[in-house]
């Protein structure tokens, strides 16, 4: 069947000398790996450069059931980039993001809510002019919900600490060391109820917010076991730094 749908590039590998697969993310059935012939050759219109890491694009192919590999026949950027290539802070959260989006999401169907908001928070990222440095401590909190493991309640005075475990914010400590409290806690808990647009609003200095960015990487390791440690995290910290 031939359909077209808009995509998210997750990855790209090459697999001939003239050709790749591409892992992209899509609108109409999920995760979705696709073959294009020729793209490594200088004059196709397929070129693997339209297949960038989170490149927005519009596809055609040929979805046949029951296969895991597709055939691609037509890709064009949907949305091209404007400031992302030429932000180091930008193009490292950008990487990030999706280097935990690749490790993250195997569903092989459609998820509108979840695609929108891929699609939608990359544009805003693109767009921002400033006050974007919490960005992908945002985005990994909202990215949460859509995964199943959004965090529950607020902090207070009765419930002081957020357990990385249970996913709530409790009164009690737990018999195991994965939870945050104090200063740390309450800042994490103001990310959890802002949104991109106000974020700015939570004000953190370059220590904090490596701290919280590693917590959130913990966080989604108790969630999703075979996420490992993203090899960018490492590169965005030093940004950040």
Do not use: C
Not at 30 to 39: D, F, M, T, V
Not at 135 to 158: A, D, R
Request: proline share 3%; hydrophobic share 40%; charged share 20%.
């Amino acid at each position: 069947m031939i359909s077209s749908t808009r995509g998210i590039v997750f990855h790209q590998l090459k697999y001939s000398e003239t050709s790749i697969i591409a892992h992209i993310y899509t609108e109409e059935f999920g995760l979705q790996s696709y073959i294009i012939k020729g793209a490594r050759r200088k004059k196709s219109k397929n070129t693997s450069a339209i297949l960038q890491h989170l490149s927005l694009v519009e596809l055609t192919a040929n979805h046949k059931e029951k296969s895991n590999i597709h055939y691609l026949q037509e890709v064009r950027p949907v949305y091209q980039y404007s400031s992302i290539p030429y932000d180091i802070l930008k193009s490292s959260i950008l990487l990030f993001v999706n280097e935990v989006l690749y490790r993250s999401i195997k569903e092989e169907e459609a998820n509108s809510d979840l695609f929108e908001f891929i699609f939608n928070s990359l544009q805003w990222l693109d767009l921002r002019e400033n006050s974007f440095a919490n960005f992908h401590l945002v985005f990994l909190i909202q990215l949460s919900k859509y995964l199943g493991f959004f965090p529950k309640g607020k902090q207070n005075e009765n419930k002081y600490l957020f357990n990385l475990e249970s996913g709530n914010f409790e009164s009690i400590i737990p018999s195991h060391p994965n939870y945050i409290t104090d200063q740390i806690a309450n800042l994490f808990s103001q990310l959890v109820h802002v949104s991109f647009e106000n974020m700015a609003e939570v004000k953190l200095n370059n220590i904090s917010r490596n701290k919280l960015l590693e917590y959130l990487i913990q966080y989604y390791q108790l969630h999703l076991p075979n996420l490992g440690t993203p090899k960018s995290l490492k590169v965005l910290k030093e940004v950040l730094s």
